[in-house]
């Protein structure tokens, strides 16, 4: 079946510092890919989704790149911020009647 | 818009009760999502539907946890008899169908004593 599997955490860095969340899908359709981000007490929300491959996501600074070949898609953002605390999910979507899969999540904790 | 909500957004119950936990979907959308969130095992989904059908179900839930969608805009997920081991945050998602892309509630926080 469909999976994705994500860094293990709590990644903890510093502000200012560079963020790499590791992410490997499998599925044997063409899948559009996301990164959803969840704060304290809400639900996730979409950071961008990436529909095709080859193709990179942004938004707040993050993005990713829809690697078909290595079947990756990992997390990164140049210069992090203490607001950027949060858990980070990997997900894909294939349009086979099943609901999406989720990575496990990866928590980040960044201290000023 | 208003987006997907949930009630009640904390739960307390005692073991052996019945709960009822309720989502409101965003408007048109035809896609429902139920999910529980612990530390440990992230997100686990319980139950999805397509134009109140049920599509998916998560195997391990089948026995104690029922969810069903009363009509297009409102879904319901009662677990019973609720266990310690059920607390938890609840999580309704809704998207529209083949997106892909989920609007998630608030959630609900249960615990049960």
């Known amino acids: 079946g469909d999976s994705v599997t994500q860094t293990e955490g709590p990644v903890t860095l510093s502000e200012g510092t560079s963020l790499t969340v590791n992410c490997s899908y499998e599925t044997k359709q063409y899948p559009t890919l996301f990164w959803y981000v969840q704060y304290p007490g809400e639900g996730p929300q979409l950071l961008f989704k990436?529909?095709?491959?080859?193709e990179k996501g942004s938004n707040r600074g993050f993005e990713a790149t829809y690697n078909k070949e290595a079947t990756s898609f990992h997390l990164q953002k140049a210069s992090v911020q203490e607001s950027d605390s949060a858990v980070y999910y990997c997900?894909?979507?294939?349009?086979?009647?099943?609901?999406?899969?989720f990575g496990a999540g990866t928590k980040l904790s960044v201290k000023p | 818009d208003a987006g997907v909500t949930q009630t009640p957004r904390h739960e307390v119950a005692e073991k052996g009760q019945t709960i009822i936990l309720k989502c409101e979907p965003v408007s048109g959308h035809n896609d429902l999502f139920w999910y529980r969130q612990t530390k440990i095992q992230g997100l686990e989904l319980l139950s999805y539907f397509r134009s109140k059908s049920l599509m998916e179900d998560g195997g391990a839930f089948k026995d104690r946890f029922k969810a069903e969608m009363l009509n297009s805009s409102f879904s319901t997920l009662k677990i019973q008899p609720t266990e310690p081991k059920d607390s938890a945050v609840y999580l309704c998602a809704s998207s529209l169908r083949d997106s892909g892309e989920q609007y998630f509630g608030p959630g609900t926080r249960l615990t049960v004593l």
């Open positions: 990436v529909p095709k491959a080859n």
């Open positions: 997900a894909l979507s294939v349009n086979n009647n099943n609901a999406p899969r």
